[in-house]
């Protein structure tokens, strides 16, 4: 275990919050809040910490795959524990583990949330909550890296701890170009989602907080209604589309900057990311028409609720819970499936989803051909026998995961629609479930053991369990492999 160099690229992700700090204290000065002083006082800690720790590189500076895991859940952890000092220092949050709860569904892009008054925060704050969507959507390392340097075998072992999916697909060479070029698209896109949200009649700032959340697919707003509270169809038209774009596997707009498009029309994963998306849409349309003055309505909220459930964005311009069970079911069943590997969507992804449906398809017809062979492919290409191993390995660590959260909750003794919704919702990374967690609902009910344990299933849904879970096992600290 090379302690140092963990130690040292940690000092150095702490260094960067701190400059990113300085973002909401400046948005807070310019609409006049006192409170942007306690964003400056994380801000020099951090400074000092990376003053301390971060300046000089150890001797040894190589790392495996188990420090690459343990740098990347420290990181997230310790990024949500002085990320969240500004709201409980300023009283925004008053009660600190709601504030590290808040903080750590903005970085995990989950989107829930324990205010009952979002509202009445501070604009600086509202910044900072909506901005860590943001960092968070690419990951808290890969962005860590496209502001600093770390050597390429380094680099390659965080990119693979971070980046979710069953697949690491490396899209050039040197993980570090890959990083930047990465952040360049992720960066370009909410560009152009500012500018039409602009367009269609939002000001600067709620532009701003509206594009880092479907950007990083995360949906906190600056408003109780969400979404729904603008009620225009522009808006709704524009965050369905950037929802459904930021859910795509972001290797597939690098062909597309490369100008190679057969890899682009022959992904499976797009294919049924994209049917799914219009056959839920459609379903739902269908079974909540008579709630709506016309088909065109209920279709333009179905296509909307549809892409921010699968995405995990958590953004809402209706109440779910009013609708039939029916749509609701789908909507539950869309927060498994998630949007696509190595997006900044959470969930199981899509790809996990077909090969899962590839394997039964496969054992079936061994069954009745038992002499037959099968072979698994995506996209054309055999599937190794150790990703199908990582898939059923990552789907019993999945299963327990939701079982083991769900009955630590239940000691609350909400409903099952609210139980069982809540953990899913924070497991995926998705924000609203059904019952008291709907879009008008929150956590604040919940006891500080269930907030606990949503956290925990924050992160780990954010980086697929393994990482998070490494910092829990006694091998990871004393043992090389």
Same mark, same amino acid.
């Given at each position: 275990? &090379?302690?140092?160099m963990? #130690?040292? !690229?940690l ?5 960067v919050e701190a400059?990113?700090?300085l973002?909401?204290?400046?948005? /807070?000065f310019?609409y006049r809040?006192?409170?942007?002083? @306690?964003f400056?006082?994380p ?5 000092v910490?990376?003053?301390l720790l ?10 495996y ?7 990347? /859940?420290?990181a997230w952890?310790?990024w ?5 000092l500004p @709201? ?7 009660n600190?583990?709601?504030a590290?709860?808040?903080?750590v ?14 509202e009445a ?9 909506s ?5 968070g959507g690419?990951?808290v390392?890969?962005f860590?890296m496209?502001l600093?340097?770390?050597?390429k ?5 965080l990119?693979r $701890?971070?980046v ?5 697909d490396?899209?050039?060479p ?7 070029i990465?952040?360049? !698209?992720?960066?370009?896109m909410?560009a152009v989602? +500012?500018?039409?949200?602009?367009? =269609?009649?939002? &000001?600067l700032f709620d ?11 995360? =949906?906190?707003?600056?408003?109780a209604a969400s979404v729904?509270?603008?009620? /225009?169809?522009?808006?709704?038209a524009?965050?369905t589309?950037?929802m459904?774009l930021f859910?795509?596997?972001? %290797? ?5 900057l490369? *100008?190679?498009?057969?890899p682009?029309?022959?992904n499976?994963?797009?294919k049924a ?14 079974n909540?028409s008579?709630?709506?003055t016309g088909p065109?309505k $209920?279709? *333009?909220?179905?296509v ?8 995990t964005t958590g953004? $809402?311009t ?6 039939p069970?029916?749509s609701? &079911? ?21 790809? #996990?989803?077909l090969m ?6 496969r ?5 009745v051909?038992p002499?037959a062979v #099968? ?8 599937m190794d026998?150790?990703?199908l #191993?990582?898939? &059923?390995i990552y789907?019993?660590a999945y299963?327990?995961?939701?079982v083991g ?12 629609g609210?139980t069982? /919704?809540?953990v899913?919702?924070?497991?995926n990374? !998705? ?8 879009? %008008?609902g929150?956590f604040?009910?919940?006891?500080a053991?269930?907030k606990? +344990?949503?956290c925990?299933?924050m992160l780990a849904?954010r980086?697929e369990i393994?990482?998070f ?9 004393n043992?090389k492999?």
């Amino acid at each position: 275990m &090379n302690t140092k160099m963990i #130690r040292y !690229i940690l000092a150095k992700m702490l260094g960067v919050e701190a400059v990113l700090l300085l973002l909401p204290a400046l948005v /807070s000065f310019i609409y006049r809040e006192f409170s942007g002083v @306690f964003f400056l006082i994380p801000a020099g800690i951090l400074g000092v910490v990376y003053l301390l720790l971060g300046m000089k590189k150890p001797e040894n500076r190589t790392i495996y795959g188990k420090e690459g895991m343990i740098v990347v /859940s420290s990181a997230w952890i310790l990024w949500s524990l002085f990320g969240a000092l500004p @709201f409980s220092l300023s009283g925004s949050i008053p009660n600190y583990l709601d504030a590290f709860f808040e903080t750590v569904s903005g970085f995990t892009t989950t989107g829930s949330s324990v205010l009952q008054d979002v509202e009445a925060l501070p604009q600086g704050m509202l910044f900072w909550r909506s901005f860590t969507h943001w960092v968070g959507g690419m990951g808290v390392l890969v962005f860590v890296m496209v502001l600093t340097t770390l050597d390429k075998k380094n680099s390659m072992y965080l990119m693979r $701890a971070e980046v979710p999916g069953p697949e690491k697909d490396k899209l050039v060479p040197k993980t570090m170009s890959t990083a930047r070029i990465l952040y360049g !698209i992720y960066f370009g896109m909410t560009a152009v989602e +500012v500018v039409l949200l602009l367009l =269609g009649g939002m &000001n600067l700032f709620d532009s701003l907080i509206f594009s880092f959340g479907t950007a990083g697919t995360g =949906g906190f707003a600056n408003y109780a209604a969400s979404v729904g509270y603008f009620d /225009s169809v522009y808006i709704d038209a524009v965050i369905t589309v950037f929802m459904i774009l930021f859910g795509v596997n972001f %290797n597939l707009y690098f062909f597309l900057l490369m *100008r190679e498009f057969k890899p682009v029309w022959k992904n499976e994963e797009l294919k049924a990311y994209i049917g799914i998306i219009l056959t839920s849409a459609l379903m739902i349309t269908i079974n909540i028409s008579h709630l709506y003055t016309g088909p065109l309505k $209920a279709f *333009r909220y179905a296509v909307f609720q549809v892409a921010s459930v699968i995405t995990t964005t958590g953004y $809402a311009t209706a109440d779910f819970v009013e609708w039939p069970m029916f749509s609701q &079911n789908i909507l539950l069943f869309l927060m498994m499936v998630g949007a696509c590997a190595s997006s900044t969507g959470g969930g199981m992804k899509v790809a #996990r989803f077909l090969m899962m449906l590839k394997c039964i398809k496969r054992e079936i017809v061994q069954m009745v051909h038992p002499k037959a062979v #099968r072979i698994i492919r995506m996209n054309g290409k055999k599937m190794d026998q150790d990703v199908l #191993r990582v898939l &059923n390995i990552y789907l019993m660590a999945y299963v327990l995961t939701l079982v083991g959260s769900v009955i630590l909750v239940s000691i609350d003794n909400m409903d099952f629609g609210t139980t069982f /919704s809540s953990v899913m919702a924070t497991l995926n990374n !998705i924000g609203p479930g059904i019952g008291m967690v709907g879009p %008008n609902g929150n956590f604040a009910d919940f006891s500080a053991l269930s907030k606990l +344990v949503f956290c925990c299933d924050m992160l780990a849904g954010r980086l697929e369990i393994f990482p998070f879970l490494m910092l829990f096992t006694a091998s990871a600290w004393n043992r090389k492999f």
